[in-house]
């Protein structure tokens, strides 16, 4: 049995040897698979979310390039990430005190505890307190609070799609502390360049330091997917701060020299922002 994502031209289909779940929640249809090569497959609505083969990419850079471009994170929300992998990669900083996540899906999270436990742990975190909300409002009601707000959200054209507006990027701001980060998922500009270069757009009109991070995650459709980086700091492309050994032995993709090789984009990426600054 063959799963096929397909997306604006683009798609990805992998072979599976048996379905773990199908559920239709409120917002969305929750499809996870056992496949040969790459372990568990998670779907929304179609669209691949994870395999346990290359989550690791994702949600590593997701959590730390906005972690580090921060020199002493405290207070971090994580909007959307139900399947918790965030949440886990966040647990390894110490110095972190507050951890929320505000997911819309109470579903997602069921099936990540019940059928992901090694992406799901992050939930074990005592410091982790789960919001079942819209993000878009939960951030109005959190001025001036966390220093670092990471934005793992599904395609534009689902529940996640108050997620990809300007307003919503205003609010995140107003919802930092001075000197505060945001790190959101930012689409593949092969697959979808109109969002790329808007969420650019829209994020270098409201903060001083913004970039664009690649990821290689194999899964996805082209290979690939980005991350919007944005601060009113000096210059989020460069850590704040070394890593510390501990935490980098236990890091498998994440460490200074990509943070500040995934800001350097392609000729036909920053001709994309330029066309639509």
């Known amino acids: 049995m063959w799963v096929t994502e397909a997306m604006n031209g683009f798609g990805m289909t992998v072979e599976v040897e048996a379905e773990l779940c199908r559920r239709q929640s409120k917002f969305q249809k929750i499809e996870l698979y056992q496949t040969g090569k790459l372990g568990k497959l998670l779907l929304l609505d179609g669209i691949i979310q994870l395999t346990d083969f290359d989550e690791f990419a994702y949600h590593e850079m997701l959590a730390n390039l906005p972690m580090f471009a921060h020199e002493n994170p405290r207070r971090a929300l994580v909007i959307g990430g139900g399947d918790g992998g965030v949440l886990r990669e966040l647990g390894k900083h110490p110095g972190l005190e507050v951890m929320d996540i505000c997911e819309i899906d109470e579903e997602v999270i069921k099936v990540a505890r019940e059928f992901l436990p090694e992406i799901s742990c992050g939930y074990d975190d005592p410091r982790v307190k789960i919001h079942i909300a819209d993000g878009s409002e939960f951030v109005k009601d ?9 934005v793992d959200s599904t395609d534009p054209g689902g529940p996640g799609a108050p997620l990809f507006g300007e307003t919503f990027y205003r609010d995140m701001k107003k919802a930092l502390r001075p000197g505060g980060v945001i790190a959101t998922q930012a689409e593949s500009p092969y697959l979808l360049p109109d969002i790329v270069a808007r969420l650019n757009r829209v994020s270098r009109s409201i903060f001083r330091s913004v970039g664009y991070a690649s990821i290689m995650v194999p899964t996805y459709p082209t290979g690939m997917i980005g ?25 498998r993709y994440y460490n200074a020299a990509i943070h500040r090789a995934a800001f350097q984009v392609p000729t036909f990426v920053s001709r994309l922002f330029e066309q639509n600054r």
Do not use: F, M, N
């Not at 959190?142 to 990471?150: E, H």
């Open 227 to 251: 991350a919007c980086v944005a601060s009113d700091r000096d210059d989020v492309t460069v850590p704040a701060r070394p890593v510390p050994p501990e935490l980098q032995s236990r890091l």
């Open 142 to 150: 959190k001025p001036g609070y966390y220093d670092v707000i990471i």
